[in-house]
């Protein structure tokens, strides 16, 4: 299979070039690929000659987007529709990712992808539009919906609170959030499973569209965060209490949906995909960061 691949360093970009080693990938971004212009993604069509576009770049500064906006958007609604439409002049089918940032958490139960959509902040608004941009571009496009994406490379919340844990002597996490941690592996687990029937399915098949996709079960950023403290002491990381604090002890610059749980039935429906236990999935994430569990690392190794 031939990919084009938006990102290069990015959490899922490189997941999928893991996931499709052996195949020919080219996974590029700035210089050599910017959504945002669209003679770059030109050139990038004519190397790679693809037979399928996936988009892993993003804006997902979620916080600085709230004073970044044009850029937020540029890169996540124009930049994304570029890609897409680009894909489509070619017949090609296209793969992006969207977020669980689009709903505004105030339904009290998991979101279908028939809910309504009602971002809190610029990012989550950002994303929104460019799922509708996408899907107007190429109607050959099958977007992932995910959440609280996280990998051993680039900046997530595992890295994060490994981090803080090192440097802290108590951790405090918001418990008041509701949401699923999703490994940037599964998502390229779900992608390469998904490619054959979007390579070969027409318009108008129920394999493209919107889906959600995110680990299970469902969870806290207290409970994810206690776990991955749980996980690393098993490996010798240093392990401070963590204690769960409210939203309103924690401001940032961007409101974060107080539940963003998304219902995954979808997905499995159609394309046969299950959501994956983050848990066993952090594990991996923590093998790859710390050493495995039986490596007996000192206490407070990094
Ligand atoms: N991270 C998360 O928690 C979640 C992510 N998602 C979505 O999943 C997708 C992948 O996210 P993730 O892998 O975590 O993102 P990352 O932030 O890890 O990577 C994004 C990549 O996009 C690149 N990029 C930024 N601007 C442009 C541009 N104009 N043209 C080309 N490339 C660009 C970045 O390059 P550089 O670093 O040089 O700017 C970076 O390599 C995104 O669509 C995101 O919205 C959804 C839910 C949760
Ligand atoms: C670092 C830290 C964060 N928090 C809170 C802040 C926030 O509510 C929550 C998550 O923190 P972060 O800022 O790391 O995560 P955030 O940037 O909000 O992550 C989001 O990124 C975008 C790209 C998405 O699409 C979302 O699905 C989601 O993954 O945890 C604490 O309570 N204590 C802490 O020590
Ligand atoms: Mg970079």
New binding site residues.
């Given amino acids: 299979m031939r990919l084009l691949v ?10 999928l070039a893991a996931r499709f080693a052996g195949h020919e990938v080219m996974a ?3 210089p050599a ?5 669209r003679a770059s993604i030109e050139a990038a069509m004519q190397a790679a000659a693809p037979e399928l576009v996936v ?7 979620v916080d600085r987007a709230e004073d970044d906006a044009a850029l937020a958007f ?3 609604r124009d ?2 529709a570029n890609l897409a439409a680009a894909a489509a002049a070619r017949g090609l089918p296209f793969i ?6 689009v709903f505004d958490g105030r339904k009290g139960a998991p979101y279908t992808e028939a809910d309504a959509t009602s971002p809190l902040g610029v ?1 989550g608004r950002s ?1 929104e539009e460019g799922e509708r941009a996408v899907l107007a571009a190429n109607p050959r496009s099958a977007i ?8 051993p490379t ?4 595992v890295k994060t609170m490994l981090r803080l844990a090192a440097e802290r002597d108590a951790l405090r996490v918001v418990a008041d959030q509701h949401g699923a941690p ?1 490994f ?1 592996a599964d ?1 390229a687990d779900a992608v390469f499973a998904m490619a054959p029937r979007l390579l070969a399915a027409a318009a108008g098949d129920e394999g493209f569209g919107i889906f959600h996709l995110s680990g299970a079960p469902h969870t806290t950023w207290h409970g994810f965060a206690s776990e991955i403290l749980a996980q690393a002491a098993l490996r010798g990381h240093r392990h401070p209490p963590v204690t769960p604090i409210a939203t309103s002890d924690y401001p940032t610059r961007a409101t974060r949906p107080a539940d963003g749980r998304l219902d995954c039935t979808k997905i499995t429906r159609v394309h046969g995909i299950a959501p994956a236990d983050w848990r066993a999935s952090l594990a991996r994430c923590l093998d790859e960061l710390i050493g495995p569990p039986s490596a007996g690392l000192k206490e407070g190794a990094p």
């Fill in positions: 938006a990102g290069r360093e990015g959490q899922v970009a490189r997941a590029l971004e700035p690929l910017d959504l945002t212009d988009n892993a770049a993003a804006y997902t500064a540029a890169v996540n930049g994304a992006h990712f969207s977020t669980d940032y990012y994303k992932l919906r995910t959440a609280w994406v996280c990998s680039g900046g997530n919340f999703t940037a998502l």
